[in-house]
Nanobody, 124 residues
Framework: QVQLVESGGGLVQAGGSLRLSCAASEPTFDSYTVGWFRQGAGKEREFVAGIRWDADTTKYADSVEGRVTVSRDNVKNAVYLQMNSLKPEDTAVYYC?????????????????WGQGTQVTVSS
């Protein structure tokens, strides 16, 4: 069982930045495709960004393209989500998810393991 722990959320003003981290208990995390999703109050969970296990392929939702960067550090067994130019509509609980040797990136059912989430609140 892979355990994922998100951190780095918080309260930030519009236009600010946050860096979310997803730490994994799995020592072979470099073989996992990882996605970031978010769920705002009263909304469905939606894809934000993903990075394939080989790190050669990334994917971003249109709503965050150009403002968000996903990266990974396989030495630290971690994946990061750098978010810049944050907007109030980015307010949500952010989740990381993982699947070993996953190919697809953008759907919730592309992933087996999920973290508990970290709250991001962007004030106007």
């Amino acid at each position: 069982q892979v355990q994922l722990v998100e951190s780095g959320g918080g309260l930030v003003q519009a236009g600010g930045s946050l860096r979310l981290s997803c730490a994994a208990s799995e020592p072979t995390f470099d073989s996992y495709t990882v996605g970031w999703f978010r769920q705002g109050a009263g909304k469905e969970r939606e894809f934000v960004a993903g990075i394939r296990w080989d790190a050669d392929t990334t994917k971003y939702a249109d709503s965050v393209e150009g403002r968000v960067t996903v990266s990974r550090d396989n030495v630290k067994n971690a994946v990061y989500l750098q978010m810049n130019s944050l907007k109030p509509e980015d307010t949500a609980v952010y989740y990381c998810a993982a699947r070993r040797l996953g190919y697809s990136l953008g759907r919730t059912n592309d992933y087996f393991y999920w973290g508990q989430g970290t709250q991001v609140t962007v004030s106007s």
